[in-house]
Nanobody, 115 residues
Framework: QVQLMESGGGLVQPGGSLRVSCAASGIFVTRYRMAWYRQGPEKQRELVASITSGGATNYGDSVKGRFTISAHNALKTVDLQMNNLKPEDTAVYYC?????????WGQGIQVTVSA
């Protein structure tokens, strides 16, 4: 059974950094496309970053150059390093994996960027 659990969220000041991690059970994280999504207040859920089984990464336009996604098979984690955070990055961040035909989500973790 696939389970995803996020950790590492919290409150950070603008310009600060935060690292969120997704612990996966039931899968090898480097065998699938893993992704981070987020949903801000009164906004639709959007893709933040993804990493394929081959290591190719993709980022949303608003986070390019600031966020970095990485997958660690031995640790069974997918991490999102977030630098130079802005108030508009405030959202609930979700870990995601799609194993056809199913799609799995973590419970989400709050990241708040505020002075």
């Amino acid at each position: 059974q696939v389970q995803l659990m996020e950790s590492g969220g919290g409150l950070v000041q603008p310009g600060g950094s935060l690292r969120v991690s997704c612990a996966a059970s039931g899968i090898f994280v480097t065998r699938y496309r893993m992704a981070w999504y987020r949903q801000g207040p009164e906004k639709q859920r959007e893709l933040v970053a993804s990493i394929t089984s081959g290591g190719a990464t993709n980022y949303g336009d608003s986070v390019k150059g600031r966020f970095t996604i990485s997958a660690h098979n031995a640790l069974k984690t997918v991490d999102l390093q977030m630098n130079n955070l802005k108030p508009e990055d405030t959202a609930v961040y979700y870990c995601n994996v799609r194993i056809h035909p199913e799609q799995y989500w973590g419970q989400g973790i709050q990241v708040t960027v505020s002075a």
